[in-house]
């Protein structure tokens, strides 16, 4: 058999509700510190959920033009901001006028919601007496474009595409990165996820699936509250999460240092059900022994798994099911933690998130918790580093993701 390139993480960069750059996104998940809070940006008189996984402190116009921050989705400049560090994470710079570069650097990104929010704001305005949409209302509610704007902010010429495909997006543009790479299409990928879902009619969409916290704190940053036993859904949340990918022996040439290696990737479908898990659990446990299968790695090599955990009292319940049945008696050893109780569910950028704190991670050998875990469900018994982060090295992580519309996605991270 002809041996894969080896595909490898060499750049970083974040713009998270607890954290805007890497740095800070790393900071802040160790010490457990939350970016949920009270949404303030519109009334929520109409809504009973009011708190959402918020970035605070973050200028899009330190990005991109006034222009262009207006005829784009609020997702867009958190998506430049992250990638623009990343490349430079990587150490790579593209001059302007160095078109066999552009042409060798791609970009795959991941989103949920893409522009709803954009199109729901020139609905609103379109209804409203004497109001008046952008012309760029399709173009930026348009999922297609989205990685467009990536790809003309940072001048990069090679394959631009949008992977949608729910909660799962951005570990799928991962994988399909991955994919692009080894094909010896391009010598790099930018690719992540991004999004940015707060808006009033997306949350009430949200509050009549059932699926949404609804329940009111002293604290926001309590509301979000994976595999606790008075869970009672998930806190929306915003931001992006974006990478440098490349095959090891490119990173090596250039004299790139790699983070941590993408060893294996799998993508499912359980073709059940529009937003549950499938209980039989067949097709959650088959994309993650598939991703470690690809990866070369037995489930007892994993040291630690970033779990999907959204505080659905279904999908946690199933979540935990799955890892015990993949792992066996092994499960309750692995230590495991849920980034979304730091920064809400950020819908299709929540694969990328956990990914992110992830390498992060495997960079410190400092693992984060999951907050809010003080009474936990008697059906979700795994370890997950409750509230205070633990020192333990990482040499083989396994980061899972569900998905509406029964999708199922698993990378397998190595160090290198």
Known sequence: MTRLP?????????????????????????????GVKTITAFDTAGLKSRYAGIV?????????????????????????????????????????????LQRRIGVTLGTGGGGLGFVEDQYRRMFAAGGKPSPFAITAGTHGNLSSELSIQLKLRGPSHVLSTGCAS???????????????????MVCGGADAPIMPGILAGFELMGVISTRQ??????????????RDGFILGE????????????????????????????????AFHRVQIAPDLAECTRAIGEALM????????????????????????????????????????????????????????????????????MQSGRMHPTINLTQRDPECDLDYIANTSRDHAINVALCNCIAFGSKNSAIVLKTV
């Not at 970083?12 to 954290?19: A, D, E, T």
């Open 6 to 34: 080896r595909i490898v993480i060499t750049g970083l960069g974040v713009v998270s509700p607890n954290g805007v750059g890497r740095e800070n996104f790393d900071s802040a998940c160790v010490s457990g510190r939350s």
């Open 170 to 188: 951005s570990t799928d543009a991962i994988g399909h990165a991955m994919m692009i790479l080894r094909s010896g299409v391009t010598d790099v």
């Open 56 to 100: 605070d402190g973050f200028d899009p116009l330190s990005v991109m033009s006034p222009a262009d921050v207006r005829r784009t989705p609020r997702m867009i400049p958190f998506a430049v901001a992250a990638a623009k560090e990343a490349l430079n994470h990587a150490g790579l710079e593209v001059a302007p006028d160095d078109i066999a």
């Open 294 to 361: 690809a990866a070369g790695v037995h489930p007892r090599d994993v040291d630690y798994i970033n779990l999907h955990g959204t505080g659905t009292q279904l999908n946690d319940k199933l979540e935990t099911a799955a890892i015990k049945r993949v792992f066996e008696d092994h499960a309750k050893s692995i230590p495991a933690s849920a980034t979304k109780s730091f920064v809400g569910h950020p819908q299709g950028a929540g694969g990328a998130a956990g990914i992110a704190a992830t390498v992060l991670m």
């Open 217 to 230: 704190f002293g604290d926001p940053a309590l509301a979000s509250r994976p595999f606790n036993a008075d």
């Open 239 to 270: 931001g992006a999460w974006m990478f440098v990918l490349e095959t090891a022996e490119h990173a090596e040439k250039r004299g790139a240092k790699a983070l941590a290696e993408v060893a294996g990737y799998a993508s499912t479908c359980d």
